[in-house]
């Protein structure tokens, strides 16, 4: 499966900038996994909150953007020429762009879009929530090596996503077609009937659950669900009608994989 790894490569979008002030929501851990957590984006002053806070009209409908060298992206609404959230690869290089974003204000899941496709291409996600705090990062192979500040923008979606951080991983497999895990403590869950994915930790440690997965069949979008929270939580992502190609669990310290399964093909 190291083939098929290999050829299923990441997407990602990115973004630079200033975070929004974060809602209330389960406390995170202030574990070294967690150093996105960590290190959490500044808090808006209500200057800044008033200007990035008002809903966009149909003559604003301009996508917000962030730029990394090597890295453009962007969170726009349905109106917009990039609509959602979307990683662009503005170089010809032998690394490649993501995007690192938290929806609705909760720091307890991140999700990371990997563009694995070449210079000039868009990669990234219609299913986006209410407030969106993201950020541009470049990575080479698995290991990420810059990364733009945070920047959230928000009343962006038309049909936002709602924030779902109650789900334990006993209901996530209740809701759920398909699952699997590590022996550490991760699992992924899914079903396709307007596809969703779960992310769950399962252990009290201090290592992070992943969920590391592919959609529609296209190996240079990889999707990433960092579950922060800690034991007996699960992140949630959509993804509409695009049903899930290749999947794995995995567990992290910090960016360092601790295990994991082989991709499955679904």
Known sequence: MVIAAAVMAATAISADGAAAKVAAGPVIRQAPAVPSVQTAPPVETAA?????????????????????????????PDSSSRPGVTVEDT???????????????YLGTKYVIHNLGRKGEVRGSREIGKVVTFRAALYRGDRRVSHGRWKTVRNVAKYPVKRDSRTTPASARAKSEVCTSTKGAASLCFAERHTFVYACDTGADRYQARAEYFVGGDPTTRYEIHQLAGVGTCGKAEHGDLSISMYRASLFDENRRKGTRLYQYN
């Not at 200007?51 to 009209?57: E, I, L, Q």
């Not at 170089?91 to 204000?105: F, K, S």
């Open 48 to 76: 800044t909150a008033a200007t990035v806070a008002a809903p966009v009209s149909k003559a604003e409908a301009e996508p917000v953007c962030a730029r990394l060298k090597g890295v453009r992206t962007c969170v726009g």
């Open 91 to 105: 170089r010809d290089d032998h690394m490649h762009p993501a995007v690192e974003y938290y929806l609705n204000g």
